[in-house]
């Protein structure tokens, strides 16, 4: 029997799909998040989203194992932020400093209202470079749930690494889809050689959303002879 609950999960399931058929199109995305944004967090929460647990968790061993200052001194940018819900996971861990950036300003407008970020920014694509954001601004960027189908690029993971200072962190979820469809690990490969960042952690094949995995990936960031310099690269 096909129960209401099953079939609200259905539901779910079905925009959660078809927000990953949109090709990596801004005005799509913005159209697509507009409309969803309402319902967004009960969708993913009939779906068992987990990343924004997972990679506020990853952020917080990652400042544990790796740096000195406190959680609470901290500054995170959560790019990709949506409504917010990285951030209450940070909040809950003991970090206080957060900046939010999306391309839809409905979304953002509701990371806002959480009152748990420090500044929201919204019309912000990370397909295209930041040019609003100063190289080395943030100790540790995350980003969660967009590294996914029709969503960004991997070379945005290039941008991140620049808005991050020299020795912070990019913490991502990267839809195990995603992985496989794209060249996500070429990218980081390329980073890599390029003295840009090194991979200090990788959970592969976690949990995401319904049945779909993900890897989660922390990244060290490098400046200076072969990284990237104070400007775009
Ligand atoms: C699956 S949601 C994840 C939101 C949040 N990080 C979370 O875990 O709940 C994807 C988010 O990425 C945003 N997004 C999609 N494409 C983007 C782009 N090119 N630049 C910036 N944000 C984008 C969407 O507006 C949406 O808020």
Redesign the pocket.
Known sequence: MNTLAEQHRQAAQKRINA?HALD?D?KR?VRY?REWAGSYELD?EREHYR??FIVAELAGAVQAAYIGRERTAMTILDA????G??GIELDHLGFRVIDG????ET?AEMARQTGIYRHVRGD????IPLSDYSSASYDMTVC???F?LG??SPHALRELARVTRSNGFVVVSTERSYSEATSFENEVLRLQQAGVLTPVQYLSNGRYVGEEEAHYWAFRVHRGPGGIGDHLA
């Open positions: 927000s990596g801004a995305l998040y993913l990343s924004p990709g932020c949506g409504t819900l990285v950036l999306d391309l839809c979304m912000v694509d990370l397909n969660c749930g967009v996914t969503h960004v």
